[in-house]
C-alpha cells in the first residue's frame, strides 16, 4: 500500500525561528515529490523534487529530496507570521498524487 | 503554472440532491484531476477526468455517486448525486503540465444539511 507520512504533525514556534518539516514515503513507480502550502482552500505550489541530493530554494523556503532514504524535508527559515499554514507532502507515482496528512505550522508573533 | 477557477466556491444543499462543480483551466493540462478533503484531514483522490471518455476513479469512489465530464481539454465537470452530510467537504481539481507540477483550483466547500 502507498504511503506519505509527514512529521510532526504540528508545531508552534516564534517569529524569527527555523522549522524543518519531513516527509516520507514508501510508494511504486515513484516520478516525484511535491510540497504545498495550504491556507485556506486551495493549496499553492512550492517546490517539485525528482533528483537526490539537489536543493531547491525560493526565499527562506528551501527543500530536498533522499531518494535512497525515501525521505524529503522542507526548512523554513526566519519564520513570519505568513508562514502560519498547513504543508502538505505530496508523491507522484504512476500518474497520481498521494498526499501526507499535512503538518501544521502556528507562528507566533 | 497553469491558472484554474472553479464554480461555485461554496454552496449549501439539502441531502438527496445534487451540486455540479466547474473547472476551467487557463491553457492546456494533459491531465485534471478531483480531489476531495474532508474536515481537518488531507485531500484524497476521486478520479482522473479523462478527455471524452469516462473517468477513471480510485478505490471508494464510483461513477454513479460522482460523475465526471471532461468534454474538451481545458474544462471539467464533478457532480455530487444523492448527496448526504457525510458529502460535506472541499473539492478541488487539479490541473498537471508536461512537467509534472499540479496546480490546484481554489476549491469548492460543500456543506450538506
Known amino acids: 500500500e502507498d504511503k506519505v507520512v509527514q512529521s510532526p504533525l504540528s508545531l508552534v514556534v516564534h517569529e524569527g525561528d527555523t522549522v524543518t518539516l519531513n516527509c516520507s514515503y514508501e510508494?511504486?513507480?515513484?516520478?516525484?515529490l511535491l510540497w504545498y502550502k495550504q491556507e485556506k482552500k486551495a493549496p499553492t505550489f512550492l517546490f517539485m523534487l525528482?533528483?537526490?541530493?539537489i536543493e531547491k530554494k525560493s526565499g527562506r523556503l528551501s527543500s530536498i529530496l533522499d531518494k535512497k532514504e525515501l525521505f524529503s524535508i522542507l526548512n523554513i527559515t526566519a519564520t513570519q507570521t505568513g508562514d502560519s499554514a498547513v504543508y502538505l507532502c505530496?508523491?507522484?507515482?504512476?500518474?497520481?498524487?498521494?498526499f501526507g496528512a499535512g503538518t501544521t505550522v502556528t507562528v507566533r508573533a | 503554472s497553469a491558472v484554474i477557477s472553479q464554480k461555485p466556491s461554496r454552496d449549501i444543499c439539502q441531502r438527496g440532491t445534487s451540486l455540479t462543480i466547474q473547472c476551467q483551466v487557463d491553457?492546456?493540462?494533459?491531465?485534471m484531476f478531483w480531489y476531495r478533503q474532508q474536515p481537518g484531514q488531507s485531500l484524497t483522490l476521486i478520479a482522473t477526468?479523462?478527455?471524452?471518455?469516462?473517468?477513471?476513479?480510485e478505490s471508494g469512489f464510483v461513477i454513479d455517486k460522482f460523475p465526471i465530464s471532461r468534454p474538451n481539454l481545458t474544462f471539467s465537470t464533478l457532480t455530487v448525486s444523492n448527496m448526504s452530510p457525510e458529502d460535506s467537504s472541499i473539492y478541488l481539481c487539479?490541473?498537471?503540465?508536461?512537467?509534472?507540477?499540479?496546480?490546484f483550483g481554489p476549491g469548492t466547500r460543500l456543506t450538506v444539511l
Open positions: 505530496a508523491v507522484l507515482h504512476d500518474y497520481k498524487l498521494s
Open positions: 510508494v511504486t513507480n515513484f516520478r516525484s
Open positions: 487539479s490541473g498537471q503540465g508536461i512537467g509534472d507540477e499540479q496546480f
Open positions: 477526468a479523462n478527455q471524452g471518455s469516462e473517468a477513471t476513479y
Open positions: 525528482t533528483s537526490s541530493g
Open positions: 491553457s492546456q493540462v494533459t491531465m
